[in-house]
């Protein structure tokens, strides 16, 4: 398989290179800095130098690959709409757009639960749930915004949208703040950490993208490890991994929802460009009840989680910074 890959040198796209080069797969990887394609040719791909926004440059490039992995997005959920709206949102298209120019069959984009993630529990969720009228972060608009345009298109190329829960393993950014909060005793948990809460092990992720390499049909698949329990259940195990204190301060949710709303529009109206002390997204995070049911992934894929939480915990031990 020839596969191009976009935000190769991110959290997943390097486990997803990682996994196609050893399985014999020519890879291509974008790469936006030297820096990053130094990092991605010593993992064996063949590397293009440049970003979605000069597309035009190297768009050619696409007609050698058979399936696009559309893995790149900023991994912030809070800044000005242009941002997201021209780096998710019609990069995507573009993307997409140009891979079926080049006569590329297949079209691969990583998508988020985060378009979903509104303001009610989210609590055995298929992919027929209909978007909320507003998520509640920027980033969740702006790939509701991108899956909507993908599936309103009609070109030959097939696309497979993937939509993960939240995405951990070794090299989790959100995982490595989470337990930086907590060594310095700023963590708090939401509601005592009860709510239920979905997850999906990048190598799992992985895997779904593997497999989704032999459906040449449109679809779209919700992604878990297929272990639904709570935020504590799931979170303890993570900080007895890094030998840290459990923290013990809860608050409840519904003081610091609209706290949270109240901080955004004050930030906004006051034009103030860094995020603010909360979000909706981060009170969500913690406290929005959100169990999914992925029967349709592994009926039609024959997904099945290739690491469960026990093993995936083994993997985390004491190597979050």
């Known amino acids: 398989m020839r596969v191009f ?7 997943l796209g390097q486990r997803l290179i990682q996994r196609l080069v050893q399985e014999g797969h020519q890879v ?13 040719r010593q993992q064996g791909c063949t590397t293009i130098l440049g970003d979605l926004s000069t597309l035009n440059t190297w768009s050619h490039t696409l007609s050698a690959a058979d399936t696009v992995v559309h ?5 912030t959920f809070w800044g000005e709409w242009t941002l997201f709206e ?21 079209f691969i984009y990583i998508s988020s639960e ?10 055995d969720i298929t992919e027929a749930e209909p978007y909320p009228a507003e998520p509640n972060s ?11 345009r993908l599936r309103q298109s009609h070109f030959d190329t097939s696309i497979i949208i993937l939509r993960p829960s939240f995405i951990w393993g070794p090299g989790c950014a959100a995982l490595e703040n989470i337990c930086a909060m907590a060594r ?52 303890e195990p993570v900080f007895r991994s890094q030998h840290l204190a459990i ?19 004050l930030w906004q109206s006051l034009n103030i460009k860094r995020a603010p002390l909360l979000t909706r997204f981060e009170v969500a995070f913690l406290s929005q009840p959100r169990r999914y049911d992925i029967s349709h992934v592994c009926r039609e894929l024959g997904y099945e989680p290739v690491i469960n939480t026990a093993t995936g915990m083994a993997h985390l031990e004491g190597v979050l910074a």
């Open 138 to 148: 920027i980033y969740g608009r702006a790939k509701k915004m991108a899956e909507i």
């Open 247 to 265: 923290p013990r301060n809860s608050l409840p949710s519904f003081l610091l929802k609209p706290a949270a709303r109240g901080m955004e529009l």
């Open 184 to 235: 310095h005793g700023r963590f708090v948990w939401l509601d005592n950490g009860a709510s239920a809460f979905e997850r999906v092990h990048v190598d799992n992720v992985v895997e779904a993208i593997v497999l989704a390499f032999r459906h040449r049909r449109d679809g779209l698949y919700l992604l878990t490890d297929d272990d639904p329990g709570s935020v504590r259940e799931f979170l």
């Open 86 to 106: 021209n780096q998710i949102v019609m990069a995507t298209i573009a993307l997409y757009r140009a891979a079926n120019h080049a006569g590329v069959s297949q």
């Open 5 to 11: 890959v976009t935000g190769g040198s991110g959290f």
């Open 71 to 75: 893995a790149a997005a900023p991994m």
């Open 28 to 40: 291509m990887a974008l790469a936006r800095t030297a820096e990053s394609a130094s990092i991605l």
């Open 114 to 123: 985060s378009v979903l993630q509104g303001d009610k529990p989210l609590l």
